[in-house]
Nanobody
Framework: QVQVVESGGGLVQAGGSLRLSCAAS????????MAWYRQAPGKERELVASIVDGGSKYYVDDVKGRFTISWDKNMVYLQMNSLKPEDTAVYYCNANCLQGKSDYDYWGQGTRVTVSS
């Protein structure tokens, strides 16, 4: 079992910055990838950024150049710069865990980001 807990959300003006943190605990040795997702009101949850344990990173197009994902031991961060009102959402941390031949996704409870115009 893996537990993930997000923190760092809040209210910020457009153009501002926030840094989200995700703390993983439990059987973290099984984690092969970490990711940040977000869900805006009335929309489906979408992948924002991901990082694998080899260091490769992925970003959805509309955050490229503004957001940076990083992974340090059991912590994953999402540095968000030049925030826009459309970045407003609940942000979720995801840990993908390989156990035997199966992989499992673990989710946090989410942290709310509100960007005012």
């Amino acid at each position: 079992q893996v537990q993930v807990v997000e923190s760092g959300g809040g209210l910020v003006q457009a153009g501002g910055s926030l840094r989200l943190s995700c703390a993983a605990s439990g059987d973290t040795i099984c984690i092969t990838a970490m990711a940040w997702y977000r869900q805006a009101p009335g929309k489906e949850r979408e992948l924002v950024a991901s990082i694998v344990d080899g260091g490769s990173k992925y970003y959805v197009d509309d955050v490229k150049g503004r957001f940076t994902i990083s992974w340090d031991k059991n912590m994953v961060y999402l540095q968000m710069n030049s925030l826009k009102p459309e970045d407003t959402a609940v942000y979720y941390c995801n840990a993908n865990c390989l156990q035997g031949k199966s992989d499992y996704d673990y989710w946090g409870q989410g942290t709310r980001v509100t960007v005012s115009s």
